[in-house]
């Protein structure tokens, strides 16, 4: 089992920044991913980013260039800074984390912090 704790939420302006941060109960160093959700009001949960244990990253098409996913597995801890943040940025950012033993995948998720951007 993994808990997982996101925090850093908040209300900013378009074009500012914020940096979530995503804590784990225990070591993240044998997690295969970890990965960053969101999830708007009426919309469907959808993938923002994702590092993998090799910290090979992967963005939705409309944050590159303005996220970036990091690790620090001494804290076992995966951050998402966000800039230049736009309106269509407001939502429910989850925090997941995807772990295969033996062929099967164990997902974890956090509880979610609240990003709000006004414009």
């Known amino acids: 089992q993994v808990q997982l704790v996101e925090s850093g939420g908040g209300l900013v302006q378009a074009g500012g920044s914020l940096r979530l941060s995503c804590a784990a109960s225990r070591s993240i160093f044998s997690i295969n991913i970890m990965g960053w959700y969101r999830q708007a009001p009426g919309k469907q949960r959808e993938l923002v980013a994702v590092i993998s244990s090799g910290d090979s990253t992967n963005y939705a098409d409309s944050v590159k260039c303005r996220f970036t996913n990091s690790r620090d597995n001494a804290k076992n801890t995966v951050y998402l800074q966000m800039n230049s943040l736009k309106p269509e940025d407001t939502a429910v950012y989850y925090c997941?984390?995807?772990?295969?033993?033996?062929?099967?995948?164990?997902?974890?998720w956090g509880q979610g912090t609240q990003v709000t951007v006004s414009s």
């Open positions: 997941r984390a995807s772990k295969v033993v033996g062929g099967l995948v164990y997902d974890y």
